[in-house]
């Protein structure tokens, strides 16, 4: 994009966040649920396909815009973001890596638009951090394929339109090399969405258990058609990878937010007689926390930078999540502490930003994921013993 029409993109979004969003957001975490009124304006500014293609309705950005936008929307509450998070990020970038030219048509426009809320189906109760062991099946059976098993904690599953389903088409392959991907509209018989989950933070961001009993599809349904067979689990990979860059940025957003909750709260606080602010041990506290958010915003720039380079499409994705998901908590912990038992109480920022970054060290693969990840990629055979 244009610099400048980025720099455009980048004031208008900022602007969207801190005077219509924060002042949403404890309404949105009481009643855990968006306002439609915030999800109509971002389908009009484009949020909803900003990694997207232009040529099919998005607005194209690079690994490295990406970055930066995400850092305007982790200023305020995470379930903005998951919100269209999935259409641009590991759903979108299922058709965008491995779909037809026909499957990118159908689909691409109308995720890119918002008109289709699109949902990721890869995780189950026992395939989680390792998603090669998935159980689910799908077996061809004359020109339809057929759908057996369960997925867990799917975003936005609620109120998707159409699933990203990963099923496992050769269960005598690899566990890598027998897993394909189909595209599930809503409402085809056999799909059944649970109870929207009741977590600990992100309220406003849904997500819930999928259920596939019999589900038929058109042979059309395979992702990337005849040559997408069996390769569903790169897909997911390439997508994983991207989605972690993503996620990354949204932490810095977060990071920097509870940064000038930290500092507003010590500069106005007062404790004998002075603001807290005065006092060195506070000032340790939102020294520590500025420097974890100016290495967290280097560590994902510089990622970013490598992947739209194409020279780092692995290790960088997962060293910038693993130290931006742990650097958020470490922040957001130090910005309870300095608001002292206000920080304790809901309604409070810092407490709210408290409980939604906790799920950053799990989701988009765990901390000690991204280890083996590093460890692996580094050491090579040495890593097998």
Known sequence: MDAADFSAVLSEVRRFVRDRVVPLEAEIDEKDEMPADIREAAKKMGLFGFALPEEYGGLGLSMLEEAQLMFELGYTTPSLRSMFGTNNGIAGHVLMVGGTEEQKAHWLPRIASGDVLASFALTEPEAGSDPSTLTTKAHLDGDEWVINGAKRYITNAPLADVFMVFARTDPDAPRTRGISTFLVPAGTPGLTVAAKDHKMGQFGAWTADVFFDDVRVPASALVGGEDGLNRGFGTAMGCIAHGRVHISALMVGMAERLVDESVAYAST??????????????????????????????????????????????????????????MVWRVADRAVQVHGGAGYMRGVAVERFYRDARLFRIYEGTSQIQQVIIAKALLGEAARG
């Not at 280097?298 to 194409?310: Q, Y």
């Open 269 to 326: 606080r007062k404790q004998s007689g002075k603001t807290i602010g005065s006092f060195q041990l506070v000032q340790g506290l939102i020294a520590d926390s500025q420097t974890d958010y100016y290495a967290g915003r280097a560590t994902v720039l510089e990622a970013a930078r490598a992947f739209d380079a194409g020279t780092d499409t692995k290790i960088g994705p997962s060293c910038t999540k693993y130290f931006a998901s742990e």
